[in-house]
C-alpha cells in the first residue's frame, strides 16, 4: 500500500551494527505497529504506538527499540544486530476503535 | 498460543474452482477477524473482515464465515484464479486492546 512507506526496502548488515528501519505513512492514522515475519511462520509484534507519547512493547520486543517522531513516523532500531534477527519487517499502521492494519511493503533484513 | 513450525499448510486447487481456507483461533473473548493476503515479496493485504455479532460477511469472490462456538473462521474464494495465489492469514483482535494476533498463514497454489 503506497500510503505506508518503509526504507530501506532490502537491508544487508553485519553482526553487532546498529542499524534504523523506517516507517512513513500518509493516512493520518494514529496507531503504528512494526512486525518481524520469519519463514513458515506468521507476523510477531515486535512494538506498537497509539500515538507519539505512546510505546509498547509487543511479544518480541528484546534487541528492539523504536521512536515515534511524528504521528507520520515510526522507526525502528535494531541495537546490535544478530544473525537471528535476520526477517522481513513490516510496518503497519491503524485507526482508533477499528483494529484494521494496514502494511507497508516490507524490509528484508539480513544480518552476517 | 500460535503452532511454530517452517512448512506453512498448503491448499492446491484448480482455477475456476472454490477455495476454502481455514483458521481456528485462540480467545474467545475476540470480537473482530480479519483475512489477509500476503503475495511474494509484499506486505499483507486486507480483504475481508468480520465482527463477532455476525456470522457470514461477503465481498467480492470472498465470503468469511465465523463459528464462535468452535472458535473457527474460514475464507471462501469463489471461481479461484491464478492471481489468487499466495499466503492467506486470518487475525484477530484481542479485545479492543488494539492489536492484532495473526495465525501461521495458509499458502494457496492455483493450478492454470
Known amino acids: 500500500d503506497a500510503d505506508v512507506t518503509q526504507t530501506p526496502r532490502n537491508r544487508i548488515t553485519k553482526t553487532g551494527k546498529r542499524i534504523m528501519l523506517e516507517c512513513s505513512q500518509t493516512?493520518?492514522?494514529?496507531?503504528m505497529y512494526w512486525y518481524r515475519q520469519d519463514p513458515g511462520l506468521g507476523l510477531r509484534l515486535i512494538y506498537y504506538?497509539?500515538?507519539?507519547?505512546?510505546?509498547n512493547k509487543g511479544e518480541i520486543s528484546d534487541g528492539y527499540s523504536v521512536s515515534r517522531q511524528a504521528q507520520a513516523k515510526f522507526s525502528l532500531s535494531l541495537e546490535s544486530a544478530i544473525p537471528n534477527q535476520t526477517a522481513l519487517y513490516f510496518c503497519?499502521?491503524?485507526?482508533?476503535?477499528?483494529?484494521?492494519?494496514?502494511f507497508g511493503p516490507g524490509t528484508r533484513l539480513t544480518v552476517l | 498460543g500460535e503452532s511454530v513450525g517452517l512448512h506453512l499448510p498448503t491448499l492446491s486447487v484448480q482455477e475456476g474452482d472454490n477455495s476454502i481456507i481455514n483458521c481456528a483461533y485462540s480467545?474467545?473473548?475476540?470480537?473482530?477477524f480479519i483475512w489477509y493476503k500476503q503475495e511474494s515479496g509484499k506486505g499483507p493485504q486486507f480483504i475481508i473482515d468480520?465482527?463477532?455479532?455476525?456470522d457470514k460477511r461477503q465481498g467480492q469472490r470472498v465470503t468469511v464465515l465465523l463459528n464462535k462456538t468452535v472458535k473457527h473462521l474460514s475464507l471462501q474464494i469463489a471461481a479461484t484464479q491464478p492471481g489468487d495465489s499466495a499466503v492467506y492469514f486470518c487475525?484477530?483482535?484481542?479485545?479492543?486492546?488494539?492489536?492484532?494476533?495473526f495465525g501461521q498463514g495458509t499458502e494457496l497454489s492455483v493450478k492454470p
Open positions: 503497519a499502521t491503524a485507526v482508533p476503535h477499528t483494529d484494521t492494519q494496514y
Open positions: 493516512k493520518g492514522h494514529d496507531r
Open positions: 504506538s497509539f500515538d507519539v507519547k505512546d510505546i
Open positions: 480467545n474467545s473473548a475476540s470480537d473482530y
Open positions: 468480520i465482527r463477532s455479532n455476525m
Open positions: 487475525a484477530e483482535n484481542m479485545a479492543n486492546r488494539g492489536k492484532l494476533i
